[in-house]
């Protein structure tokens, strides 16, 4: 089955505002730009994304961000976007915070199918307990906390501990880039890029990819091939330029030594 697009803008057509999407990369490496940029063209809005962070002020979600499109986010860290924390503390955005990894396994068992599991990781903290502030309102006064979460003692080896049950995350819609792709949705992720990109293509009903490279069905090696096409519904190939722009998310640099 071909699933290319002619192009990022028809791919995200059928998209309603209110869905909920997760969105793949790792600061600004791997992300969807392209795909991020046609949902703002498009107008949708009132949009729930899970994703590792919400990219910085002028790239990435943080588009999407600054037009008010996203009414909750569920992410693991929000360090480099001012705009990000001003919503957060204004009231204007609703923020569930999720240890990194717990993130990637609740779309890793989004996508297999596991409705939920037990995990160490927030035991005995707010993770756990409840509490944490998800939403503010317009004078600083918690309205939205996180609830409580079932914990249960299993045995391990080191003896009885306690662990807590996360819920799996299923998206409406997940947005993934790719280094290489084929007409059938078989991706290849390159070096670092490949961070969050094959979970939340797992966990998305439908799973929109923007690929650097289009390639024929058979040119890749059954061998290397990351997230199998029976994850992928939507591939867009990316022109030359699309591809090349990859931002830095923050830059450092010093003087070489005459």
Not at 80 to 94: H, I, M, V
Request: with cysteine.
């Amino acid at each position: 089955m071909d699933k290319v697009f002619g192009s990022a803008a028809d791919a995200v057509l059928g998209i309603p505002s209110g869905s909920t999407i997760a969105v793949g990369g790792f600061g600004l490496c791997g992300i969807p730009s392209v795909l991020v940029e046609a949902l703002l063209e498009a107008g949708i809005g009132d949009l729930e994304a899970a994703s590792n962070n919400a990219g910085v002020d002028d790239w990435g979600l943080g588009r999407l961000l600054a037009a008010g499109r996203l009414r909750r986010i569920v992410a693991s860290y929000v360090g480099e976007n001012k705009e990000f924390a001003r919503q957060y503390l204004s009231g204007e955005l609703e923020v569930e915070l999720t240890p990194q990894g717990t993130l990637a396994e609740r779309m890793r068992a989004g996508g297999s199918g596991i409705p939920a599991f037990f995990t160490a990781t927030g035991v005995g903290t707010q993770v756990a307990e409840g509490g944490l502030p998800w939403k503010y309102g317009p004078d600083g006064e918690v309205v939205v906390a996180s609830p409580p979460k079932q914990t249960q003692v299993f045995d391990t080896p080191a003896g009885p501990r306690d662990f807590v049950l996360e819920h799996a995350i299923v998206a409406d819609f997940g947005l993934v880039r790719a280094w290489k792709g084929d007409r059938h949705g078989n991706l290849v992720f390159r070096d670092s890029a490949r961070n969050f990109n094959p979970l939340v293509a797992m966990c998305g009903r439908v799973t929109v990819a923007e690929v650097e490279e289009l390639v024929e069905p058979g040119e890749l090696d059954p061998d290397q091939i990351h997230t199998p096409g029976v994850f992928v519904q939507r591939v867009v190939a990316l022109t030359p330029e699309q591809a090349a722009d990859k931002r830095i998310e923050k830059r450092t640099v010093r003087e070489v030594p005459a």
